[in-house]
């Protein structure tokens, strides 16, 4: 089984955190941290040819990679047309995914949930629950919301009161910031706390929470403290029996 050498992945964040809008960084950064999502994926089921959905996965860097590495039959499922680099492309949304119950062995949704309006995050696990076959694994990806990493364009006052957050974002980094809310900015808060109750809700079973990017993972353990220390919080959960949600 691969391994992630820490000291290379460090710097390939402290090289992406700084140069990842240059030439194809940012190609090559997803790249990377697809190759990151299948070490941790194998520590529980083996990729080789297996049917694999990514929610929201966008031009679909993810499936590509998985299907090089895996020979996986990968579906890309994004809710805009536009230029893919999967051939294998879905329009749809999480919150009603296209697809028969049980049909995937495995189902990704990385950095999407927190794009997604809040009415429509619960639906969303439970539509990625009932695709996902049984003992299959779903692996979703959140930045926790008051991580500074969690902003986006607004990062780090996104926690502020908007107009405070835009203010500050606007005066310190000197970009200018067209929009007039959080849903206008696409973004819709989800917390560590109400991650762990949509997952119950849904009838998931965790396997394991990773610190996806400082691999500290013992940070993801502590109440309180993984809300802020955890940048990237990735929870490998299973579907132990069939179920449908109401």
């Known amino acids: 089984?691969?391994?992630?050498?820490?000291?290379?992945?460090?710097?390939?964040?402290?090289?992406?955190?700084?140069?990842?809008?240059?030439?194809?960084?940012?190609?090559?950064?997803?790249?990377?941290?697809?190759?990151?999502?299948?070490?941790?994926?194998?520590?529980?089921?083996?990729?080789?040819?297996?049917?694999?959905l990514d929610v929201g996965g966008a031009k679909g860097v993810f499936c590509k990679v998985l299907n090089e590495r895996r020979r996986c039959d990968a579906t890309n499922l994004d809710p805009y047309p536009g230029k893919y680099i999967w051939p294998k492309t879905k329009i749809g949304f999480a919150d009603n995914i296209p697809f028969d119950d049980n049909?995937?062995?495995?189902?990704?949704?990385?950095?999407?949930?927190?794009?997604?309006?809040?009415?429509?995050?619960?639906?969303?696990?439970?539509?990625?629950?009932?695709?996902?076959?049984e003992k299959g694994i779903c692996y979703i990806m959140i930045p926790p919301w008051y991580n500074p990493h969690?902003?986006?364009?607004?990062?780090?006052?996104?926690?502020?009161?908007?107009?405070?957050?835009?203010?500050?974002?606007?005066?310190?980094?000197?970009?200018?910031?067209?929009?007039?809310?959080l849903a206008e900015e696409g973004l819709y808060p989800i917390t560590f706390r109400k991650m762990l109750k949509m997952i119950s809700n849904s009838d998931f079973?965790?396997?394991?929470?990773k610190n996806t990017h400082f691999r500290l993972h013992f940070l993801t353990k502590i109440p309180l403290i993984r809300e802020i220390m955890v940048p990237a919080a990735a929870f490998i959960l299973t579907k132990e029996k069939n179920y449908e949600k109401k």
Not at 13 to 33: A, C, I, P, T, V
Not at 108 to 131: D, F
Not at 205 to 209: E, N, Q, R, T, W
Request: some cysteine; proline content about 3%.
């Open 1 to 52: 089984m691969e391994k992630i050498n820490l000291i290379n992945h460090y710097k390939k964040l402290w090289f992406y955190s700084l140069h990842r809008g240059e030439h194809d960084n940012y190609q090559k950064m997803r790249e990377y941290f697809a190759q990151v999502l299948i070490i941790e994926i194998e520590e529980f089921m083996p990729l080789w040819d297996k049917n694999v």
């Open 103 to 133: 049909k995937f062995d495995l189902v990704i949704c990385r950095g999407v949930l927190e794009h997604i309006p809040t009415e429509k995050q619960q639906k969303s696990v439970n539509e990625m629950h009932r695709v996902l076959k």
């Open 150 to 181: 969690a902003g986006h364009g607004l990062k780090p006052f996104h926690i502020l009161p908007f107009k405070v957050g835009k203010f500050l974002r606007e005066l310190i980094f000197k970009n200018k910031i067209e929009t007039t809310s």
């Open 205 to 209: 079973k965790i396997l394991d929470i």
